[in-house]
């Protein structure tokens, strides 16, 4: 629940920042690759603060990490009862999704 | 983005969060063809941002029920395997079909299961449970409607595997849930009590859209607005969905959801 609560909190603050500022209502979307990364490093820190695809960007991350650290949680969970059977197969989810990662970053 | 249109993709949000809860699905085969019809969002962008509330529907759940037992972690984890790799598979293909001939598939799936879910609802049957403690993969839990505990195992896991990964490649190719294709098979296949393979289901719904979520937002089809807006109303939904669930009847609202998809898929065909 920890993961959605900060997602959605994230997320709340985002659009809050967005309808405050109608400057960003005619701004293009920015898709968050290295570029844009790259752009916001580059900006100081009120800027990104204030920006608000930063947080709608961040609340999204947050949630799809919720089901990853899950997946780490219950291996831990194998680990301990000594299962190494299922800490295999939860090695394997944990690699494809790695795989889907390493892909993102790539593409 | 207008508050008004916040406002009504929050409400389509909160409507696929409550049906979500209320139908154990993850509620993409409502969500896409509203963001794609009702808003006109493109294709590749409704299916991104389905997948990222799959995972707010699943999160918000799944913790209710391994906390509870009812999911069966071990057999969620082996069916994951293949699911994961559908997904990642469904989620390139996804990108290298043009946005009308994905919408076309869609609509042909949504008529697929309205069908299933026509004939499920009808029949109202389940799968005769049994217990065999030599099986690789046993469970169970305590049913708080029937004051019993149920333990149940596995039966054919092969089966229910080979269905995993088209659950998986739909879920990456389409943006849904894939709980309508894994629910029934877990089953009516495999002999797992429905609550268990509804909870099942969910917790793994979660991990299955994070594998093709990164894919589409690798293709820049992520929209954070339209997405989050979305996510927000789910989250509300969801909330609202477990408690309508108890007074509500789910064959009225499974009917009414039938003839829903029937129009939307007839929208998105011509």
Redesign the interface.
Known sequence: MAGITVSGALMLVGFALYAAQPSWYDVPIPVANFAWLGELAASTIPTILLNPFVSLYAGIFALMLTPILRLFITGWTFLVERDWHYVGITVIVLTVIGISIGFSIVH | ???TL?LLVVLSGAVTGVLGALLGIGGGIFLIPVLVVGFGLPMHQAVAASV?TI??T???T??VYVDKGISN??LG??L??MT??GA?LG??TANYLPGNALQKIFAIFLLVMAGLMWNKTRKHGEAQIAYDAAARITGEYYDEAEKRTVRYSVRRLPAAMLASIVAGNLSGLLGIGGGLIKVPVMNMVSGIPMKAATATSNFMI??T???????Y????H????Y???A??GV?AGSQLGTRLGAKLRSRTITYVFIVLILVVAGRMMF
């Not at chain 2, 859209?209 to 894919?215: K, R």
């Not at chain 2, 992520?222 to 607005?225: D, E, F, S, V």
């Open positions: 983005m207008s508050p916040f990222v995972i707010a699943s999160s918000a799944a913790s972690i071990r984890m082996s994951e395997v994961t790799i990642v989620g390139v979660g991990v859209a994070v594998a093709s979520a990164f894919i937002f690798s293709y820049g992520l929209n954070p607005l997405t989050s807006a996510v927000l989250l």
